[in-house]
Nanobody, 125 residues
Framework: EVQLQASGGGLVQAGGSLRLSCAAS????????IGWFRQAPGKEREGVSC????????YYADSAKGRFTISSVHAKNTVYLQMNSLKPEDTAVYYC??????????????????WGKGTLVTVSS
């Protein structure tokens, strides 16, 4: 059974940090890019960041560059998203996803092979 287990969301003040985790199982971890989308209230879901577990390439949306860092621990089949300098506009449900597409194309729901349940991130001002 394919599973993407997302965790790490919570309530944090602006300027604070959170680390999201996505634990993967049931598929060939090394063959996939794994990353994150988010959906804020009243907005469309958008791609945030991903990492290729085959070549280590990463992708960051403009909103994440310089503040978020994605990493992968193959021994744990887990991808992490370290989010620093959080802003109220980062408030959203964050979803973990996996795909075989190149990282540079990350961002379309239709390209994802697997999805995890979301984890809520709330950044207070």
């Amino acid at each position: 059974e394919v599973q993407l287990q997302a965790s790490g969301g919570g309530l944090v003040q602006a300027g604070g940090s959170l680390r999201l985790s996505c634990a993967a199982s049931g598929f060939a971890f090394d063959d996939y890019a794994i990353g994150w989308f988010r959906q804020a209230p009243g907005k469309e879901r958008e791609g945030v960041s991903c990492i290729s577990n085959s070549d280590g390439m990463t992708y960051y949306a403009d909103s994440a560059k310089g503040r978020f860092t994605i990493s992968s621990v193959h021994a744990k089949n887990t991808v992490y998203l370290q989010m620093n300098s959080l802003k109220p506009e980062d408030t959203a449900v964050y979803y973990c996803a996996a795909s075989t597409i190149p990282t540079m194309f990350w961002g379309r729901d239709a390209d994802m092979d697997y999805w995890g349940k979301g984890t809520l991130v709330t950044v207070s001002s």
